[in-house]
């Protein structure tokens, strides 16, 4: 399953779920509905940044992805975004694919 990094900033709102909550029960609301999509979690932080989490995880695919974006920014709380990872045996296979390209304002 492709690995995806979640990275989430809250609202006012969502700092007031976390004062609820807590972080363990933040953490574990983000891991059930991880798993509730057919993925695995690997793991979850909380930190003083740019971003509040960070969710590093495994989801069947891209769509899923997309579908679990969708559904936490549309909930409120959190404003979250979802990059792709890839191994670095994928950025070998990457790398070894020639495509044909033109930069712009290069003539051929």
Not at 15 to 37: F, P, Q, S, W, Y
Not at 81 to 92: A, F, N
């Amino acid at each position: 399953m492709p690995k995806f990094l979640l990275q989430s900033t809250f609202t006012a709102d969502g700092i007031k779920g976390l004062v609820h909550d807590g972080g363990t029960g933040r953490a574990e609301v983000a891991r059930n509905t991880i798993e509730a999509m057919g993925g695995k979690v690997d793991s979850i932080h909380f930190s003083f940044g740019k971003y509040d989490t960070y969710a590093v995880c495994e989801l069947p695919d891209h769509k899923t992805a997309a579908a679990l974006a969708v559904a936490i920014r549309a909930a409120g709380g959190l404003d979250t975004r979802v990059t792709s990872l890839l191994t670095p045996d994928e950025v070998d296979e990457a790398v070894r694919v020639q495509p044909t390209y033109q930069a712009p304002g290069r003539v051929a």
